[in-house]
Every structure is written in structure tokens, then in C-alpha cells.
């Protein structure tokens, strides 16, 4: 059974930078696809990357954001820069799902239900 543990999340001031990561066990890297969310208390779930391995972005952090994974490890970075207030929530990661590009001109990328998620990492982004 494929588990999931994500760390790096904290408090950063704005402008900031953090390093999300999901550890995988249960299961080998290698080709597997791992996606990255977030959620903030009464909103929906946003989609933010996915390292298929091709990498999508979410035009949310496309532009400040870098996926990284060492398959030796067993690990799925997510790299945020330039971190505001509102990038405030709960960070997951997810397994067993396929992402896809999404509409043309979008930048934007599509991604099937998954049952396997992390716990979760709190990012706080605050003074």
C-alpha cells in the first residue's frame, strides 16, 4: 500500500520561499505520477502540480514554482517562490492519478480522483 508523507511546510513571510516535499513508501518512484494540492478551510481542493513525469503547473504558481523528484529517494519536491498571504493552506500530495494538459492557451492541466493522499503540511505565510 502506497503512503505518502509531506514536510517542508511553515511559517514564511511574503516574498518568501519554501520546499514542499512528498516522501513515498509502499511503492517505487520511478514512473509514478505524483500530484500536488492545496486546500484552505471551506474552499475547494486546488490543483497546483503534477510531476507526471512530464511536470504541469497551475497558472496559480506556474511562474514561481519548480518540481523536482529523485526516484533514488523516493521523492517529490515542490519548490514555491515569491510566497503571499493568500498562498496560505494546507499542502498535500497525491499518488495513484494521471494528469493531463489542459485546454489550449490554458496553462492550465486536467487530473483524475485519486483515494491516496498525505496528511498534509500547513504553509502559513504571514509577517
Known amino acids: 500500500q502506497v503512503q505518502l508523507v509531506e514536510s517542508g511546510g511553515g511559517l514564511v513571510p511574503p516574498g518568501g520561499s519554501l520546499t514542499l516535499s512528498c516522501t513515498i513508501s509502499g511503492s517505487t518512484l520511478d514512473s509514478s505520477v505524483i500530484g500536488w494540492f492545496r486546500q484552505v478551510p471551506g474552499k475547494l481542493r486546488e490543483g497546483l502540480a503534477c510531476s507526471a513525469p512530464r511536470n504541469y503547473f497551475s497558472p496559480s504558481v506556474k511562474d514561481r514554482s519548480a518540481l523536482t523528484r529523485d526516484n533514488n529517494k523516493n521523492i517529490v519536491s515542490l519548490r514555491l517562490n515569491n510566497l503571499q498571504p493568500d498562498d496560505t493552506a494546507v499542502y498535500y500530495c497525491?499518488?495513484?492519478?494521471?494528469?493531463?494538459?489542459?485546454?489550449?492557451?490554458?496553462?492550465?492541466?486536467?487530473?483524475?480522483?485519486?483515494?491516496?493522499w498525505g496528511r498534509g503540511t500547513q504553509v502559513t505565510v504571514s509577517h
Open positions: 497525491a499518488a495513484d492519478l494521471e494528469c493531463f494538459p489542459g485546454s489550449p492557451g490554458s496553462g492550465s492541466f486536467y487530473y483524475t480522483d485519486t483515494s491516496t
